[in-house]
């Protein structure tokens, strides 16, 4: 299995500011996918993290409300811009190890007031 | 496309009884399943995942699914429940052929509690 690590693991935000989670993988790997869980719902894809190209974002979310950094193997970043309490979610990265088994860190659990 | 479908958004087990966690899935190139599950308050943890071969697959827990292509179903047993296994439960699906990396496609989760 991997070790993912998140930070930060919890946070109370104002709304209008922006935060970025950072996620650490202990092996490197070609993408990185970032989730996002609302209160009482499923996980959603919000992009995948290419190192050294362009995320790719999924339907309804857009690159200037969640920039995404991949600055190499094994770390990405995801911001949340301009938070409104609508973004109170878990917000997740995972990683596809070998043998195609993808895996997910802690989270971290976003509160906008 | 692919899609999850988990049957049941509430079940309710008593303590030593059959655990039966219901998920169909539609995908028009063979799927790889996972299931994982959330206990309160944390992240999600893999309990196990069909690829290839066996389709009975035994994860951790004393949980095991059994992959039936015919039915389109994979779901999540466990012959006897226990309090620890009250959590959420979510299976997946993706795929990773094409290039694809396996971007995951969740079913809106199963709530499992336990009853003394």
């Known amino acids: 299995s991997a070790v993912i690590s998140q930070k930060p693991s919890r946070d109370i935000c104002q709304r209008g500011t922006s935060l970025t989670i950072q996620c650490q993988v202990d092996s490197q790997v070609t993408m990185m996918f970032w989730y996002r869980q609302q209160p009482g719902q499923s996980l959603t894809l919000i992009a995948t993290?290419?190192?050294?190209?362009?995320?790719?974002?999924e339907s309804g979310f857009v690159i200037d409300k969640f920039p995404i950094s991949r600055p190499n193997l094994t770390f990405s970043t995801l911001t949340v811009s301009n938070m409104s309490p609508e973004d109170s979610s878990i917000y997740l990265c995972s990683v596809n190890l070998s043998g195609n088994t993808i895996y997910f860190g802690e989270g971290s659990w976003l509160t906008v007031v | 496309a692919q899609s999850v479908t988990q049957l049941g958004s509430h079940v309710s087990v008593s303590e030593g009884a059959l655990v039966l966690l219901r998920c169909n899935y539609s995908s028009s190139v063979p799927p790889y399943l996972f299931w994982y599950v959330q206990y309160p308050n944390q992240g999600l943890q893999l309990l196990l995942k069909y690829t290839t071969g066996a389709t009975l697959v035994k994860g951790i827990n004393g949980f095991e699914a059994e992959f039936k292509k015919s039915e389109t179903s994979f779901h999540l047993t466990k012959p006897s429940a226990h309090m620890s296994d009250a959590a959420e439960y979510f299976c997946a699906v993706s795929n990773f052929y094409g290039g694809s990396q396996g971007n995951l496609i969740f079913g809106k989760g199963t709530k499992l509690s336990v009853k003394p």
């Open positions: 993290a290419n190192q050294g190209s362009e995320a790719t974002y």
